[in-house]
């Protein structure tokens, strides 16, 4: 974000507070909504290098709704003006960020050149900081939700009918509230947790997120210890929730935020864990290391005033997780 939004969700005592979503409506199959679950009327806008909005880029691939739910991706370098629809090759280093204006807009739906005018578009008077994701209804030219706690079971449930993996159930009722309980202690210390640390302007704020967030690990790693995944043997919504923080952990969070207690490579359960779920099929193509790495490192100015984007660290995602003993 940039250094206007950043400091708008900030406290006195230097602690980062993030916004509330804008848009909460709810797709239904039962018509207990304006908005009928219908493939093709629905399209989402993600960033590959955000987490929140990967997690619902990975549940509508896992689910098989690709030809029901159509996705722009915006490109990684976001300024005062927010999210772009350009081409991504325009904001590679090396490039002039002068240059980012000339741009034509990849939005297929309404040529938008900036996620902001989405919003606009469904509020006027809207005046937060733009985040993704977002699903946008293509018949009423609105915003539906911009909330992936939202989106989510929404893909997970209400799209079944055109779903390919129609038996694919993310959100188990069994486990329900066990499930629950545990989303919203990995958002609290561990997804939420690295930005409490990353964004913080003091130095304590800084330090009790950071022992949080490495106290939380810890205790992940312990779960995993004697369980393949979160909740045995069966992947669920939490697992992706805990995977796209693990895995940009090493490769900006350690060094860009001063998460560097530890890097995930230094848990044998955590990492293992995560390999084993990258090499899940269909996985790996949600997942781009250089929009991770450009997003952070270009956008986040007050924090990389140079904007130089690291080579590495260099990753092995393809080695066996070890993770099938369990």
């Known amino acids: 974000?940039?250094?206007?939004?950043?400091?708008?969700?900030?406290?006195?005592?230097?602690?980062?507070?993030?916004?509330?979503?804008?848009?909460?409506?709810?797709?239904?199959?039962?018509?207990?909504?304006?908005?009928?679950?219908?493939?093709?009327?629905?399209?989402?806008?993600?960033?590959?290098?955000?987490?929140?909005?990967?997690?619902?880029?990975?549940?509508?691939?896992?689910?098989?709704?690709?030809?029901?739910?159509?996705?722009?991706?915006?490109?990684?370098?976001?300024?005062?003006?927010?999210?772009?629809?350009?081409?991504?090759?325009?904001?590679?280093?090396?490039?002039?960020?002068?240059?980012?204006?000339?741009?034509?807009?990849?939005?297929?739906?309404?040529?938008?050149?900036?996620?902001?005018?989405?919003?606009?578009?469904?509020?006027?008077?809207?005046?937060?900081?733009?985040?993704?994701?977002?699903?946008?209804?293509?018949?009423?030219?609105?915003?539906?939700?911009?909330?992936?706690?939202?989106?989510?079971?929404?893909?997970?449930?209400?799209?079944?009918?055109?779903?390919?993996?129609?038996?694919?159930?993310?959100?188990?009722?069994?486990?329900?509230?066990?499930?629950?309980?545990?989303?919203?202690?990995l958002y609290e210390h561990i997804n939420n947790g690295v930005y409490r640390a990353g964004f913080a302007t003091r130095q304590r704020p800084y330090e009790r997120a950071c022992q949080r967030l490495f106290d939380a690990l810890e205790e992940m790693e312990k779960r995993l210890s004697s369980s393949r995944y979160l909740f045995g043997n069966r992947i669920v919504e939490a697992d992706w929730r805990l995977f796209c923080t693990l895995i940009r952990f090493d490769v900006v969070y350690h060094g860009h935020f001063k998460c560097n207690l530890r890097r995930i490579i230094d848990y044998p359960n955590l990492h293992g864990y995560m390999l084993d779920l990258y090499q899940e099929a269909g996985i790996a193509e949600t997942v781009n290391i250089d929009h991770i790495k450009r997003h952070y490192y270009m956008t986040h100015e007050e924090i990389n005033p140079a904007r130089i984007v690291p080579l590495g660290p260099v990753l092995d995602l393809a080695r066996p997780s070890g993770r099938d003993r369990l």
């Open 1 to 185: 974000m940039s250094s206007s939004h950043l400091s708008s969700e900030q406290t006195a005592a230097g602690e980062f507070q993030r916004q509330e979503d804008a848009f909460r409506d709810w797709i239904s199959n039962d018509g207990s909504t304006p908005y009928p679950a219908t493939a093709g009327r629905y399209h989402l806008y993600v960033s590959l290098a955000c987490p929140w909005a990967s997690r619902t880029v990975i549940v509508r691939k896992l689910k098989g709704l690709v030809h029901a739910i159509g996705i722009t991706v915006v490109d990684p370098f976001r300024d005062e003006r927010g999210w772009a629809f350009r081409d991504p090759e325009l904001s590679k280093p090396g490039n002039s960020l002068k240059d980012l204006d000339k741009f034509e807009s990849t939005d297929p739906n309404n040529r938008f050149r900036y996620l902001r005018e989405a919003y606009l578009a469904t509020d006027p008077n809207f005046n937060g900081r733009v985040t993704v994701p977002v699903l946008w209804d293509k018949e009423l030219r609105k915003i539906v939700n911009n909330c992936e706690d939202d989106i989510c079971p929404m893909l997970n449930s209400v799209f079944t009918e055109f779903a390919a993996n129609k038996d694919l159930d993310l959100f188990p009722k069994d486990i329900e509230q066990e499930h629950a309980t545990l989303s919203d202690f």
